[in-house]
């Protein structure tokens, strides 16, 4: 079933890929309900339950994960994770691998379903986000200086946007294979915001080196940047050193490290070589290209967020 399962997103992602009658044919195949189906309402448990809430007058699903042994005592930090386009949060659950760190470490982990068909993320889900936030804090204990989110792809472009208009919600972000754009009104956060992103130089769905890609998706023309070039602005908006430190090569992966930012933050970013629209180590999807085993995405995240709070000087 889980083999099947990828291979139907797998299909989604190429039709997609293949212009505006592969989009109206992912539409119908994702359609607009996903996780929404049957949620749950009695009190979270651990594992995964389905949730609802209800935001700028429509009702939204997520997923919400609790560590499997149980909540720890105390505020736990808050990692929120947004799927990409046409993906649902189940797929996106199980690509990502966050459940595994969430059971490891003591976190609860949020995964968000966007709107629309396919379903996506839009600049009025920044509400939403923060609605979500405040919903979690009402069933859960959570500390709300330790608020991190991370995307994929148009998730991981929504993700950009959570940090340049919620910096005082998120206290750090990650994007993958994200098709950053410039905002309409800009990008002000009203703080430094730590960044970790990661791109492989193989996807043939995000380009690498950005592009005003052909067919545009439902809503007009989509143009975003280079993947380094988007990265070195966050690095110049965070008042970082112009030159970034290498990290050094791990097989198909290296990378730079923009430090000596404003209020201690830093802005990281993975190369990928030859890597496809996946999620590094994690469960490949088929058709978009190479999952590198080389770095582990999620885990790099986490040891990133953790190392950043709101709160902090």
């Known amino acids: 079933m889980r083999r099947r399962g990828f291979f139907f997103l797998g299909l989604v992602v190429l ?10 044919l992912a539409s119908r195949l994702t359609g607009p309900s996903g996780a929404c189906n049957r949620p749950d309402t009695g009190p979270p448990r651990p594992g995964t339950s389905v949730r609802t809430l209800v935001s700028l007058g429509q009702e939204r699903c997520y997923l919400l994960h609790l560590p499997k042994g149980g909540m720890p005592e105390g505020q736990r930090a808050l990692v929120l994770s947004l799927h990409g386009f046409a993906e649902r949060p189940r797929y996106h659950e199980i690509i990502t691998g966050w459940n595994r760190i969430a059971d490891r470490e003591g976190l609860v ?3 968000p379903q966007g709107t629309g068909r396919p379903l996506r993320w839009t600049a009025s889900d920044v509400q939403f986000v923060r609605d979500l936030v405040a919903e979690v804090e009402r069933l859960v204990s959570i500390d709300r200086q330790r608020v991190y989110v991370n995307g994929l792809s148009n998730g991981g472009a929504m993700t950009h946007r959570l940090a340049c208009e919620a910096a005082d919600l998120v206290a750090a972000a990650g994007m993958v294979a994200a098709p950053v754009a410039e905002l309409p009104d ?11 992103a990661f791109h492989g130089t193989g996807d043939s769905v995000v380009d690498y080196w950005g592009s005003p890609r052909e067919p545009a998706p439902p809503g007009g023309s989509f143009s975003y940047l280079p ?17 970034p430190e290498s990290i050094p090569p791990s097989g198909d992966t290296s990378g730079v490290r923009y430090t000596r930012c404003e209020a201690g933050v830093e ?6 070589d030859g890597g496809g629209h996946t999620w590094p180590g994690g469960t490949p999807i088929p058709l978009v290209g190479k999952t590198t085993r080389d770095i582990d995405a999620s ?8 190392r950043f709070r709101l709160d902090a000087p």
């Open 267 to 272: 802005v990281v970013f993975y190369t990928i």
């Open 299 to 306: 885990e790099v995240m986490w040891q990133f967020f953790a």
């Open 15 to 24: 039709l997609m890929a293949l212009g505006a009658g592969g989009l109206v």
């Open 186 to 196: 800009g990008c002000m956060p009203s703080r430094p915001v730590p960044i970790v």
């Open 227 to 243: 993947a380094p070039v988007w990265t070195a602005n966050w690095a110049a908006r965070n008042g970082c050193a112009p030159e």
């Open 109 to 111: 982990v949020v995964y």
